[in-house]
């Protein structure tokens, strides 16, 4: 899949958040070097990114939670009268649930 550099901004920091959590690691089945290349894979500045078929249901599950957070954050935003700032979130959050379904 290619990432913008800000979808790849929001991968990475999901994902270290992954790695820096021992029960989701163990929720997902992984290693703590596997989490660890898993958040290390992800290109900072965008690109190409190809999941090893063994991370796909932890990149999937933590994106898509992270679409759902995104989704309220585009909720409070417009009703904090933050129009395009919620169209802007809530852009991403469809991105990534187009992605990463």
């Not at 550099?5 to 029960?23: I, Q, T, Y």
């Not at 992270?66 to 169209?87: C, F, K, S, T």
């Amino acid at each position: 899949m290619n990432l913008t550099k800000n979808d790849a901004g929001e991968v990475l920091h999901k994902l270290a958040v992954l790695a820096d959590s021992p029960d989701l690691i163990e929720d997902y089945g992984l290693t703590q070097e596997q989490a660890d290349a898993l958040r290390d894979s992800v290109p900072h500045n965008g690109g190409a990114w190809t999941v090893v078929p063994e991370f796909i249901n932890a990149v999937r599950g933590e994106m898509q939670d992270h679409a759902r957070i995104l989704r309220n954050i585009a909720y409070d935003a417009r009703h904090g009268g933050e129009v395009g700032q919620a169209l802007q979130i809530d852009k991403q959050a469809k991105r990534f649930e187009k992605i990463f379904k």
